[in-house]
């Protein structure tokens, strides 16, 4: 049986975070570029924490946008670089924590479709066998 954790990251944030990592493709809109996101790390109800090839200013305002696949409603929100830290000694890697501060209630609404249809992508229920949680995260088993 294929057992897989999904980890819950204790913090001080306003929301939990899951911690994932998903090959999903983002557009970061910064100082007038778009930037190529190519992994998500974490996320939560107000934000993420994305790898990036390039270093993103603390405090800079970013317009997030990202699908879940091909046909799925785009989300994007203007959001807020809350720490960026290189990750890799040899390549331009960093992980960046990304805010959603402003975010409008549609905006909020459709960033929870977008996290439902992530789920549903990568995270399939229909061969869930089992869910449960322990110290170090929440198990999910899956049918063979």
Not at 75 to 104: L, N, Q
Request: contains cysteine; aromatic residues 8%.
């Amino acid at each position: 049986m294929k057992q897989s954790y999904v980890k819950l990251v204790p913090d001080s944030r306003a929301s939990h975070r899951v911690k994932l990592s998903l090959p999903v493709r983002y557009k970061i809109r910064y100082n007038n570029k778009d930037i190529d996101a190519t992994k998500l790390e974490d996320l939560g109800g107000d934000g993420m924490q994305l790898e990036v090839a390039r270093e993103l200013k603390k405090g800079a305002k970013v317009k997030v946008s990202f699908a879940a696949g091909k046909g799925d409603k785009p989300f994007s929100s203007e959001s807020r670089v809350m720490w960026c830290k290189k990750v890799a000694a040899k390549k331009p890697v960093y992980h960046v924590g990304i805010k959603m501060p402003d975010a409008s209630r549609k905006q909020k609404e459709q960033y929870a479709l977008s996290l439902y249809q992530l789920m549903q992508k990568y995270l399939p229920l229909m061969s869930v066998k089992s869910i449960s949680a322990d110290s170090k995260g929440i198990k999910i088993s899956y049918k063979k």
